[in-house]
């Protein structure tokens, strides 16, 4: 470890514009050569990441629970005969887990529940002298949660997922997680599963889980739609399904971008930094100050910070790669530079958080001062911490209720209705040259 934090530091906010707004496609994302050398021992090639989902998609579409064996012995490290977990593994696993942490996840699910019944709409109805217009909202029949665990269970990320399913009433929920080298999946997902009101749980994780719940095998069912954060891998395989199936708005490696004034605390500015760094080395740790004294201290703290921590080699990495500290002139700057970043998560460290709050445009979720760090949002806020990343918070939104629903129109005009919509209907129709069009209307009008 060295004995100063790598972490870029800019002054110039051109400079930092144009960091920001490195294109972040994730197709295009070099991976560490650690990464690149588990590929060409895998595939017996050096296949980029987008070359290695194609295969793996390929082969669970043809080859259904045979290639998810494979894929699962060679990536995860885990031998195994059944696929899906157990009600009795299940029920174990929650008794493994400390009853503080089940007390913690219970707490978090309730949270979760309260916030997401706000955003339930209901079916309307609109009656006039026409008749009747509406719309019916019906959940969607069956969803896959992808929970990820790689670098670290996230039973987290399958409560904020699986939570708002279930509040949408969503019929059947399954998740697919990777196993451990044992074969288990952690207790701590399975617990968190069982309180979320799963259904159904599968040991496949990385891109031949997206593959198995986009396509069906054997053992895991095709669903509607796909939902859950995941590495590139599975970033990358969701792009491809989609179309087969919905999935949602790409959530990928965490980014997190402060704007802080010269009255936050340098101690907390790093610590808000490491934490989301900690998840993966494709994470995005970002400060924009208008203190130059604070980009100072917030550069020292990383450096006292990071060693102590266990995760210290993913989050340093993440600071090389990603890390920015970038010096603006003025908090206009900052929210501007902001909403063209369009991060995940936007921290304000400011005397006056929401004196700004209209001006962030774009972000996943918006933190406003020191008690409302983002880690809270992690965990036991509300709202889901399943949020959109590489961009597209610029047009879409965390998960959500309304993801998991669909809206049904409702036509029924009456007589009266007919004979003044009609004719228009005609008309259009003809000009359109459909003339069987046409003809269904003014047979009805006697025309
Ligand atoms: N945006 C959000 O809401 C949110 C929430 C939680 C986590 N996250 C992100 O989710 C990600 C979790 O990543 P993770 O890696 O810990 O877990 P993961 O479950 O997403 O990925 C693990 C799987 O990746 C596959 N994989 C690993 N190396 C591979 C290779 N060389 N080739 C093909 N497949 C390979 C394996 O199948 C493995 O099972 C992190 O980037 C984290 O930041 C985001
Ligand atoms: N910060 C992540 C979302 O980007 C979510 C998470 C799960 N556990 C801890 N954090
Ligand atoms: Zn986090």
Known sequence: MTSTVTVRVLHDPAAAREFLLRRRRLEATELPERVRAGIRSIFGA?????????????????????????????????????LEVA??????????????????????????????????RSSWMHFDEDGALGQIIRPLERVGIYTPGGRAPYPSSL???????????????????????????????????????????????????????????????????????????????????YGEVDIDQLPGPT???????ESADPALCAADLLAQAEHDPLASP?????????????????????????????????????????????????????????????????????????RVRHAGGVFLGESSPEVLGDYTAGPSHVMPTGQTARFSSPINVEEFLKIISVVGINREGLKRLGPAAATLARAEGLTAHARAIERRLGS
């Open 46 to 82: 050096d296949l980029t990441a987008g070359e290695v989902v194609d295969r793996i998609i390929a082969d669970v579409r043809q080859e259904g629970d045979a290639a998810l064996r494979r894929y699962t012995r060679l990536l995860d490290g885990a031998e195994l005969d059944r």
């Open 87 to 120: 009600p009795e593994e299940i029920a174990a696993a929650t008794a493994e887990v400390p009853s503080d942490v089940l007390e913690a996840l219970r707490f978090a699910r309730d949270r979760i529940d309260a916030f997401h019944r706000r955003q339930l």
């Open 159 to 241: 409560l904020m997922s699986a939570v708002p399913a279930r509040v949408a009433g969503v019929e059947e929920i399954i998740v697919c997680a990777p196993p451990e080298r044992d074969g288990r999946i952690s207790p701590l997902i399975l617990a968190a599963a069982d309180i979320a009101g799963v259904d159904r749980v599968f040991k496949v994780g990385g891109a031949q889980a997206i593959a198995a719940m986009a396509y069906g095998t054997e053992s895991v069912p095709r669903v509607d739609k796909i939902l859950g954060p995941g590495n590139i891998f599975v970033v990358l395989a969701k792009r491809r399904v």
């Open 255 to 261: 980014e997190t971008l402060l704007i802080a004034d």
């Open 286 to 358: 970002i400060l924009l100050t208008t203190s130059a004294q604070l980009a100072e201290a917030v550069k020292q703290e990383l450096t006292a910070q990071l060693p102590a921590l266990e995760r210290a080699e993913i989050a340093g990495e993440a600071l090389v790669n990603n890390g920015l500290i970038a010096v603006v002139p003025d908090l206009p700057t900052a929210f501007d530079l902001a909403n063209a970043y369009a991060p995940e998560h936007l921290c304000l460290l400011l005397a006056e958080p929401w004196a700004h709050l209209d």
